[in-house]
């Protein structure tokens, strides 16, 4: 695994924010988002309003690895 991070901005409920991820967690997103047909902006806009843990980068490995857990 890549240990390097990798930081994106993203546009989240009208206002631009920046996100710091290992590029195998951007790759997951790209592939959740691809799989729901939604783009990773609007994935991640879910993952920030529903979120439980106050630090939006874990809360969206907490769900891809949510994701990945409820696969049959």
Not at 15 to 38: D, M, N, V, Y
Not at 50 to 67: D, G, K, M, Q
Request: hydrophobic residues 40%; positive net charge.
């Amino acid at each position: 695994m890549n240990q390097t991070l990798s930081k994106r901005s993203v546009r989240i409920a009208g206002h631009s924010t920046s996100i710091t991820l290992e590029p195998e967690f951007w790759q997951a997103l790209r592939e959740i988002a691809e799989g729901e047909k939604t783009s990773i902006n609007a994935l991640i806009a879910r993952i920030d309003a529903e979120r439980s843990v106050t630090n939006l980068s874990s809360a969206i490995r907490i769900s891809i690895l949510a994701h990945y857990r409820n696969q049959p």
